[in-house]
């Protein structure tokens, strides 16, 4: 009787847990998530930075961050922390919602990985790369990769259902078969590529930077010219602010978005070992947990934007300022 009783205690704790996570931290997730991909999109729209691919690229992604926020994280929000099932309880809203949070989930890392590189190419030392970071290069890369990744996911649609998994309880889920397994691969080898691609790309923008500032430093040694050109090449302000806005992002994507590939591989590795209610309880409780953590850097962009940028502080200003 002792062990049963733990047992079901500790599985109401858990239950709780969850319950309080996504009534109020999901809640305020949604909200500020929400307003902070408005904000980026407003900012990055503004006349002084719209014409910078990289801006362009992050007009993109926040809009697709704020699809991801309202489909998946708003419906387990809504289901787990206040008891409001309307994905459970129609089939179109069901399959567009994960549809969504699918295609926009992949393309938001899109855009940021396209931003990365815009930033290796514009700070590369060399001519013909730095004169590949256009806008007509970005708006191509953007809507061929947008219609691609909306066809890729299409078959989410039809392979997505309501499914009783006990009495009385619906959950609206991807259909149990090939495209259930097909999914779990793709969201390991995504998170993960996505994640090293990202690291690559920052890394190599920040070594750019670097071999600029010692060239730099031995010219104005030598010559007290400007630190800032180097030959032909002017670094301005706003695309070393751009950098900086970029490497925080990929690395609030890496710290966040590696937490998932860790969990659905242990997810696919566990899924055919027998396990006692405590430990499906567990799963079902990190896979919240997981889930969740998984749109933290969707929704704190704006934020951090405002704390490393003083021409992001600046175009926030215009923003609210009535003149």
């Known amino acids: 009787m002792s062990s049963q009783s733990s047992s079901t205690d500790f599985i109401i704790t858990l239950e709780s847990i969850a319950t309080y996570l996504f009534r109020y ?10 307003i902070s991909c ?4 407003i900012v990055f729209s503004q006349r002084t930075l719209r014409k910078n691919p990289c801006a362009t690229c992050l007009v993109v992604e926040n809009i697709f961050n704020l699809l991801f926020i309202n489909s998946l994280l708003l419906s387990i929000t809504l289901e787990s922390g206040y008891n409001i099932y309307f994905t459970s309880k129609n ?8 549809y969504t949070s699918l295609f926009s989930n992949v393309l938001s890392s899109y ?45 989410s649609l039809a392979f997505t259902n309501i499914i009783q998994i006990g ?45 600029l500032r010692r060239v730099t430093f031995s010219i104005a040694s030598s010559n007290n010219g400007n630190a800032r050109v180097v030959g032909s090449h002017i670094i301005h302000s706003k695309d070393r602010q751009f950098v900086w806005m970029v490497l925080i992002d990929i690395l609030l994507y890496a710290i966040f978005c590696s937490m998932a590939a860790i969990f659905l591989t242990h997810q696919q590795i566990t899924q055919y070992q027998q396990k006692s209610i405590e430990q499906v309880q567990l799963d079902i409780f990190l896979k919240q947990i997981t889930v969740f953590c998984l749109h933290i850097p969707f929704g704190i962009s704006c934020y951090t934007n405002l704390l490393v940028s003083k021409a992001y502080r600046n175009a926030m200003k215009n923003v609210f300022s009535w003149n």
């Open 91 to 98: 089939i179109i809203l069901c399959r567009l919602c994960y």
């Open 38 to 41: 408005i904000l980026n999109i």
């Open 167 to 211: 009495e009385n309880i619906d959950i609206c889920f991807y259909q149990v078969g090939f495209y259930l397994t097909f999914i779990s691969f793709y969201s390991i080898i995504k998170e993960s590529s996505s994640t090293l691609l990202l690291l690559i790309c920052g890394i190599w923008a920040v070594k750019n930077i670097r071999r």
């Open 111 to 155: 855009c940021l990985i396209l931003a990365s590189i815009d930033r290796v190419f514009i700070t590369s030392p060399n001519v013909s790369t730095r004169q590949r970071s256009t806008l007509r290069f970005s708006y191509f890369c953007i809507i061929g990769g947008t219609m691609f990744w909306m066809l890729f996911h299409s078959p």
């Open 25 to 34: 931290g999901g809640l305020i997730l949604v909200v500020f998530g929400s």
